[in-house]
């Protein structure tokens, strides 16, 4: 199994982003995907997840109402569309396939990980 994600870059406080995360050797569509981030010299942490029929999403409080998850099961993709960024949403951020077909919000929850895409929000 491999999640491959990519679109992150440098970008200017109040710009957008969209970060992909393709799926590879694993029936996307049966299992609920996450975004997670993390800040230099802070722990990793939970930012979005959507469950597997794409019907249901769950955001933290940080990043409620600016970013959006969503996934394309024809493509085995899932997207994180970032709004209105701040510098705070500074981090690499990974996508994660969780253990069922839920939303999860847990990292331990979640079966696999992508390597990571790099975000960098310029004040």
């Known amino acids: 199994v491999q999640l491959q994600a990519s679109g992150g870059g440098l970008v200017q406080a109040g710009g957008s982003l969209r970060l992909s995360c393709a799926a590879s050797?694993?029936?996307?569509?049966?299992?609920?995907m996450g975004w997670f981030r993390q800040a230099p010299g802070k722990e990793r942490e939970f930012v979005a997840t959507?469950?597997?029929?794409?019907?249901?999403?769950y955001y933290s409080d940080s990043v409620k109402g600016r970013f959006t998850i969503s996934g394309d099961r024809s493509r085995n993709t899932v997207y994180l569309q970032m709004n209105s960024l701040k510098p705070e949403d500074t981090a690499v951020y990974y996508c994660a396939s969780s253990t069922t077909g839920g939303y999860r919000i847990l990292e331990s929850e979640y079966a696999y990980w992508g390597q990571g895409t790099l975000v960098t929000v310029s004040s």
């Open positions: 959507i469950n597997w029929l794409g019907s249901r999403t």
């Open positions: 050797g694993r029936t996307f569509s049966s299992y609920g």
